[in-house]
């Protein structure tokens, strides 16, 4: 009697001693896959084509352990304010000379991260079908944004309609900055960059210039609709911008490198037709 009782006190010794192993198998799995949990990543992004794009490369990051989230914008002014804010961890809307200035006006502590893609500005009127057909003393209408006219104007000086001072930083040029004007047009840059698809449908101005990314975001085909667009080896390559020092974090590099792989780039192209063209 007093063996078959010893023999079942080990026996249940035993099997505690095993469930107990068990235990810690399972919660050293459950750690093991806590510390693999998916990395956060917020952008900031103008709807068209910035987020439908990242729209695209989601999928392809969350099988990296990345999961992304996308904060829509509709301005110029607040993705920038909310990253150094740290409500984002990256921005993905404006190009190099946009962010240069914004560094330079506020004082933000930002790196470029990568570039993407180029959205060529286009030219667009309701009254005329091209630029040869724009009469003396046009109005031209172009972005209240500093930072947009010297793109702006190097369009309009490589399309044969006006000409810069000599020795300038085109990227930086302003309306003072042409010496020859032959048909004497009229600059008028008192609107909104946001605002230009809708003065153009209002029938405002003689022409008026506007980015690819609001146009396409209204509605309009820059390959079809604009009368002229800038010239596909623009210098303006809209890139990831995010604070200093975390250009170099895993999830950053990664996020580049989807925006910039092949199904990505394919993607563009398909998408857009030559109105977004992706960069190496």
């Known amino acids: 009697?007093?063996?078959?009782?010893?023999?079942?006190?080990?026996?249940?010794?035993?099997?505690?001693?095993?469930?107990?192993?068990?235990?810690?198998?399972?919660?050293a799995s459950s750690d093991k896959a806590d510390s693999k949990e998916n990395v956060t990543l917020k952008v900031g992004a103008s709807?068209?084509?910035?987020?439908?794009?990242?729209?695209?490369a989601k999928p392809i990051l969350a099988k990296e352990g990345i999961d992304l989230i996308i904060e829509p914008y509709q301005d110029y002014v607040l993705p920038n304010q909310d990253l150094e804010s740290g409500d984002l961890d990256a921005n993905y809307f404006q190009h190099i000379p946009y962010l240069n200035l914004q560094i330079k006006d506020n004082g933000y502590d930002f790196?470029?991260?990568?570039?993407?893609?180029?959205?060529?500005?286009?030219?667009?009127s309701k009254k005329y079908k091209s630029l040869e057909d724009l009469p003396e003393g046009a109005t031209i209408?172009?972005?209240?944004?500093?930072?947009?006219?010297?793109?702006m104007l190097s369009l309009l000086e490589a399309k044969g309609l006006i000409k810069l001072k000599e020795g300038i930083d085109k990227t930086a040029a302003e309306i003072k900055d042409i010496v020859e004007n032959p048909k004497n047009f009229k600059f008028d840059a008192n609107t909104a960059p946001e605002m230009l698809v809708q003065m153009?449908?209002?029938?405002?101005?003689?022409?008026?210039?506007?980015?690819?990314?609001?146009a396409i975001d209204n509605g309009l085909n820059p390959l079809e609709d604009a009368i002229s667009?800038?010239?596909?080896?623009?210098?303006?390559?809209?890139?990831?911008?995010?604070?200093?020092g975390d250009e170099t974090k895993q999830e950053i590099k990664k996020l580049l490198e989807v925006?910039?792989?092949?199904?990505?780039?394919?993607?563009?192209?398909?998408?857009w037709k030559g109105a977004v063209v992706p960069v190496k």
């Open 229 to 244: 667009l800038e010239d596909k080896e623009s210098p303006y390559v809209n890139i990831v911008a995010v604070r200093k």
């Open 47 to 56: 709807n068209t084509p910035h987020a439908v794009i990242l729209e695209k």
């Open 111 to 124: 790196v470029n991260a990568g570039g993407v893609h180029i959205e060529p500005i286009g030219i667009y």
């Open 1 to 27: 009697m007093k063996k078959l009782l010893v023999g079942l006190f080990l026996s249940v010794l035993v099997l505690a001693l095993a469930a107990c192993g068990a235990d810690k198998k399972e919660d």
């Open 259 to 271: 925006l910039k792989s092949k199904e990505i780039q394919d993607f563009i192209i398909e998408e």
């Open 141 to 151: 209408l172009l972005s209240s944004s500093v930072s947009d006219h010297g793109r």
């Open 200 to 214: 153009y449908e209002n029938n405002e101005g003689d022409a008026v210039l506007i980015n690819s990314n609001f």
